[in-house]
């Protein structure tokens, strides 16, 4: 086993243990790192076909907490974005959106941080902006998670509610966004190897997140969302300047 398989299993490991504590994560910290070591043609399918796993095994034990209204207003409407994002995904636009995105996130997540109970989102009425938002941002670069981590954020959901409506939501989305990468022809050889290598790692990964993910308090959780944002938005920043 090489050293570049090594820190990819690594990467993998670490994004699906935050993935399953937490709810999302995984994307917006495996992409830069894997970056670092192997194309994104390679790294962005990965990912996504590791996303749909993630999905699965959590959905499989929680699927009776998901906020089912709200998960299929943001699927159409991601749906929507989904092909304009995999267009993005051809075209030279990959600097410009990520620290875009970058900021924003870490705006969203300072005020959210000191001005927690400002903004409370009381009914589904806006999520068809932040499904379109997703869909573009996921069939793009894998980062279909901020906007509606930010939608959840806001709606105020207990920690397991919250964890399994985002798998209620990226499982879909994310099958859709894994077709998209397949008729682009971006599953190689290569990228289903590195998925069988990861898959036993995913495993081990999600139910110990599962474990961290059922003794959060609401309150602290909501300052970890918070914090988790913040530390993803500088990352793209810092990648992108």
């Given at each position: 086993m090489d050293w570049v398989l090594i820190i990819i299993i690594a990467i993998i490991f670490v994004s699906a243990f935050v993935r399953s504590?937490?709810?999302?994560g995984d994307a917006l910290i495996a992409m830069p790192l894997l970056a670092l070591f192997i194309s994104?043609?390679?790294?962005?399918?990965?990912?996504?076909?590791c996303a749909i796993t993630y999905s699965i095994l959590i959905i499989y034990k929680e699927w009776r907490r998901i906020k089912y209204k709200d998960v299929v207003v943001l699927i159409i409407s991601a749906f929507i974005g989904i092909p304009i994002g995999v267009y993005f995904l051809k075209g030279n636009y990959e600097h410009v959106m990520k620290l875009t995105l970058g900021f924003f996130i870490v705006l969203f997540a300072l005020f959210n941080i000191f001005k927690p109970k400002l903004f409370h989102l009381k009914n589904d009425k806006l999520a068809f902006i932040f499904g379109i938002i997703s869909g573009i941002l996921g069939g793009a670069y894998n980062t279909n998670g901020p906007p509606v981590v930010i939608y959840s954020a806001?709606?105020?959901w207990e920690p397991q509610t919250?964890?399994?409506?985002?798998q209620g939501f990226f499982l879909p989305t994310g099958i859709a966004i894994a077709l998209s990468h397949f008729f682009s022809g971006l599953w190689t050889r290569d990228v289903l190897l590195d998925y069988?290598?990861?898959?036993p790692f995913v495993i081990l990964a999600v139910f110990l997140g599962g474990l961290l993910n059922k003794n959060m308090k609401k309150d602290r959780f909501n300052i970890y969302i918070f914090g988790l944002l913040l530390i993803i938005?500088?990352?793209?920043?810092?990648?992108n300047i």
């Open positions: 504590a937490f709810g999302f994104l043609n390679i790294a962005t399918p990965l990912v996504g076909l806001l709606r105020r919250f964890r399994a409506t985002m069988a290598i990861v898959l938005g500088v990352l793209l920043i810092a990648n």
